[in-house]
């Protein structure tokens, strides 16, 4: 082999360990920033989890009726309940979505009172929802480009290299929300005998795996 075909095989051989090397990192960067997504979305969920507990004393004092404050306690305990058993992220927006739609049904029934304490919590919470919309957006947009550079040549082969896998979406697939569809009355009639939750100490967030 002459000496100018040796340079360009280890030209070549250069290039595409650079090559490689800087498509893990990229891939390891979006991999961060995933997580980092999560985190601040499951806080933000954490922080939702708190505040009903004051929207639901405050139904109480303006007057609403038991059974619509109902559905918010189940949906919250249910909720609390998917996040300390670590389920899947799929399972745990089923949850929330579930929990998002009781609370706008509570807040609809009291849109116009008058009462302080619950406009007050009822903005709070309408501003935790923004968030929590604007956190899932996020995440489920650098979890689906992270999952095309897993499942597309020849990023894959990066993504094998760096141990990197695809990563499930924090959202509701078609047939689990078929299934969760008719949840809703099972959820009300256990929390007939319940009155408002105890607030739940907040967890950590990045516990959840991703």
């Not at 090397?21 to 939702?48: K, M, P, Q, W």
């Not at 008719?182 to 739940?200: C, F, I, K, L, M």
Request: some cysteine; hydrophobic content about 45%; glycine content about 4%.
């Amino acid at each position: 082999m002459t000496p100018v075909a040796v340079v360009m095989v280890v030209a070549v051989v250069a290039v595409t360990l650079l090559w490689i090397r800087l498509g893990i990192r990229r891939l390891r960067t979006l991999l961060t920033r995933r997580r980092d997504s999560l985190r601040l979305l499951l806080n933000e969920l954490d922080d939702r989890y708190d505040l009903i507990p004051a929207l639901i004393a405050a139904s109480a004092g303006a007057g609403v009726e038991r059974s619509r404050i109902s559905p918010v306690v189940g949906a919250r305990s249910l909720a609390i309940a998917m996040r300390d058993q670590r389920l899947d992220l799929p399972e745990r927006a089923a949850t929330e979505n579930a929990l998002s739609a009781a609370l706008h049904e509570l807040i609809g029934v009291c849109d116009g009172a008058n009462h302080w304490p619950f406009i007050r919590v009822a903005r709070e919470l309408d501003t935790r929802e923004q968030r929590i919309a604007g956190a899932v957006r996020v995440h489920n947009d650098l979890a689906g480009k992270l999952n095309t550079q897993v499942s597309r040549v020849p990023t894959s082969l990066f993504a094998m290299l760096a141990g990197v896998r695809a990563v499930p979406m924090f959202e509701v697939p078609a047939a689990l929300a078929a299934d969760t569809a008719t949840e809703p009355s099972a959820v009300e009639n256990r929390t007939d005998e319940q009155t408002a939750p105890e607030p739940s100490d907040k967890k950590s967030s990045g516990t959840v795996a991703a």
